[in-house]
């Protein structure tokens, strides 16, 4: 029992750190969408993944990031957001959206799908330190920006308070009876973690994931094999690295445990933050400022652009060498 409720405390942080906090779904554990598509769909690929990396490898940046990336590359055969997203695409080559492969899957999924909600759950375990360094030293910055990156896409003060406050009061309440109810800091994370007879049943789930929604969502919007070839070089390349930083990473010592282990109480402050934080900017965006969501969504595609790059010459890199 307390096995499937952290793998649904898992989902839960992976959605709610990639869809809430941008505003990209405001509802998703009280809709009928978010139940039935958004946590199996965050769901699967975080066990998944984060059970192939602790169980064939270790958990560190490279690892964690390389792994994110097969996560973002959902944003390819189900959404078809790197083809053709629902927004104007800046620059296209070869019919792949750039800044939408460098933001969308070279990025956000890999820190907000998957680093952050690891890192987050670890502390709730194990306590080794996954979460990024700035994370870990300046929570309360870290909460702020993410409520003003809500505010960027939210269409109403009223709906991100609701949708902040509704999803974060949510997440603190699955925390307490991970906390209390199941005795979580107990717990090895590895253990909870899929293991490898439990990973096989969830990995078809995915495939037939992948199937279904890929085949009924935007089925318009997928191209042709030639723009469809530089995304096949990216899961080839992906995979190709992910295999040897996994293999590399089973010969370092183990992830230091870090003395940052919250309490429900400072998680609730946190929460606190991200709620007003979003609901005055969204407040200042549409009665003072219009302008302001246009200038966060550039400010953080340029930021996110060039974290991309980084981040995967650091761990293609790291991958390579002895």
């Known amino acids: 029992m307390q096995g499937y409720f952290f793998w649904f405390l898992l989902a839960s942080l992976s959605v709610f750190f990639a869809e809430v906090t941008v505003a990209s779904y405001l509802y998703p554990y009280f809709t009928p969408w978010g139940i039935i598509s958004l946590l199996p769909l965050y769901g699967l690929h975080t066990l998944v ?11 560190r940046f490279e690892t964690l990031y390389l792994a994110g990336i097969l996560f973002g590359l959902y944003e390819a055969y189900i959404t078809k957001v790197v083809w053709n997203p629902e927004w104007d695409s800046f620059l296209k080559i070869g019919g792949v959206g750039i800044f939408e492969v460098l933001v969308v899957v070279l990025f956000w999924h890999p820190f ?34 993410l409520g003003i990156v809500e505010s960027s896409n939210a269409p109403s003060p009223l709906h991100s308070f609701l949708s902040t406050f509704s999803s974060s009061a949510f997440l603190i309440l699955m925390i307490y009876l991970w906390l209390e109810r199941f005795n979580g800091r107990n717990h090895d994370m590895m253990e909870l973690l899929p293991n490898r007879r439990e990973l096989k049943p969830l990995i078809l789930a995915l495939i037939a994931y992948y199937i279904i929604f890929g085949s009924l969502l935007r089925r318009e919007a997928l191209p042709g094999f030639s723009a469809q070839i530089p995304i096949w070089l990216l899961y080839a390349l992906t995979f190709f690295l992910l295999y040897r930083a996994l293999k590399k990473s089973r010969e370092h010592g183990e992830v230091e445990i870090t003395e940052c282990r919250p ?19 969204t407040s200042i965006k549409t009665f003072v400022l219009p302008e ?25 890199r790291w991958a390579f060498t002895q």
């Open 292 to 316: 302001l969501g246009v200038a966060v969504i550039m400010t953080l595609w340029a930021f996110a652009s060039v974290i991309a790059v980084v981040s995967l010459v650091k761990s293609a």
């Open 112 to 145: 907000m799908s998957f680093i952050i909600p690891v890192g987050v759950a670890e502390l709730l375990t194990s306590g080794r330190r996954v979460l990024p360094g700035f994370v870990l030293k300046h929570p309360y910055l870290t909460v702020l920006l």
């Open 49 to 59: 993944l984060a059970g192939i990396v602790y169980r064939f490898g270790k958990p």
């Open 263 to 281: 309490e429900l109480r400072r998680l609730t402050e946190l929460a606190g933050v991200f709620v007003i934080s979003a609901t005055i900017f």
